[in-house]
């Protein structure tokens, strides 16, 4: 489990998340690896990787994207 911290594009927020990954794992992918993310982090969700991706949480989505009203 390590704890990474991102800093939201959206928001300027600097935001954490316990990930149960392994900082070999995070030095590949923050050193370019060729691999694809879902290849590096399998076990994590979308939203997890996302995170590691970009910074943007799920609430950051939600207010890019919120729900259409009917």
């Known amino acids: 489990m390590i704890l990474i911290k991102r800093t939201s594009p959206l928001t300027g927020k600097v935001n954490e998340m316990v990930l149960n990954t392994t900082k070999e794992a995070l030095d590949e992918y923050y050193n370019g690896s060729d691999r694809l993310v879902q290849v590096i982090f399998p076990n994590l969700t979308v939203e997890q990787r996302e995170f590691i991706i970009t910074g943007y949480t799920s609430e950051d989505w939600d207010n890019i ?6």
């Not at 994207?65 to 009917?70: G, R, T």
């Open 65 to 70: 994207f919120p729900p259409e009203e009917n």
